[in-house]
């Protein structure tokens, strides 16, 4: 059998916010064992989602935000899995924006464990990209899926509706620049980096 580990795919689609329309591609990243895992953030295509699965038992969709690049297809890998949707709660405004007539199933809060194939994934809230923007640390991996918090050359974007630039950098020191510098951050979109390099960075 196989241990705890990160799997990982990308997947095409489009962002939408403000009247803005985006070509994006987004990381699916799972985490769990040969045996049963966690979706962190549901993008654009459940079929992709599913294949990175590969058949095991889903405990949750966890969520890093409500963007709708991130969250539009967890209700229908909610219904395909039959596992519950995770998000914080100050990310309603922006879950409405996408799903006017279906809730999210579990409210996630800073500190909260969440547990899978033995393992603890710990809830960071981060807010500044979204106001219920979440990272997700898993310390039996040396890792932290950052969500659009976080990015390989530095903070996420900050120029939309429900964010704030100096609430994101305040965050990232007061959350992820706690962590060990080794901690590899598996990113919303885009490459892995680590919290050293991005700590001088933003230093």
Known sequence: MGGLRVDHAVVSGTFSLDGEVHEVDNNIWV????????????????????????????????????????????????????????????????????????????????????????ASLKVLHTPGHAPGAVCVYVHDLDCVFTGDTLFQ?????????????????????????????ETVVHTGHGDDTTIAAEREALS
């Open 31 to 118: 985490v769990g064992d040969d045996e049963e895992c966690v979706v962190i953030d549901a993008p654009h295509d459940v079929d992709a989602i599913l294949d990175v699965v590969g058949g095991r038992q889903v405990k949750a969709i966890l969520l890093t935000h409500a963007h709708d690049d991130h969250c539009r297809v967890a209700p229908e890998l909610r219904q395909r899995v039959s596992a519950p949707i995770l998000l914080h709660p100050d990310d309603r405004p922006l879950w409405e924006l996408t799903h006017t007539d279906e809730l999210w199933d579990v409210d996630i809060e800073d500190g909260q464990s969440i547990k899978v194939a033995g």
């Open 153 to 181: 050359g530095g903070p996420g974007a900050t120029g939309r509706s429900y964010s704030d630039g100096d609430l994101i950098k305040d965050s990232i020191r007061s959350q992820l620049f706690r962590l060990p510098d």
